[in-house]
């Protein structure tokens, strides 16, 4: 079986998933989040962050997991934010749009 091209978008949104994680990693130096969070703010960071990475690897490489663990870790994620009163609709419609964009090039994954 051949190898299948990259399209654009899912360059973009593999390029999108890298600075989410890094913005993941970045705001927890700060330390507030943690305190508002609570003891099981660790545990919540360190899945978020593999979900987040092994997504983008996967949706890079085109592998037809990668939208299933990409829609796992953005449900969990919106899911924790909106119960905690930190919920907004920018960050949600990035969400939505990032899994359309992956599951919309799932048929031509491997």
Do not use: Q
């Amino acid at each position: 079986m051949s190898k299948p091209e990259r399209p654009i978008p899912i360059v973009l949104l593999c390029l999108l998933l890298a600075a989410a994680l890094l913005w993941t990693l970045w705001s927890a130096r700060r330390g507030d989040l943690t305190r508002a969070f609570g003891f099981a703010y660790w545990p919540y960071l360190s899945t978020i962050s593999v979900g987040l990475a092994a997504s983008g690897v996967g949706l890079w490489r085109m592998l037809r997991w990668s939208p299933i663990v990409l829609a796992a870790v953005l449900g969990v994620d919106c899911a924790v934010a909106w119960t905690m009163g930190e919920g907004h609709w920018l960050p949600t419609a990035i969400s939505v749009i990032s899994l359309a964009i992956a599951f919309g090039y799932r048929p031509r994954m491997r």
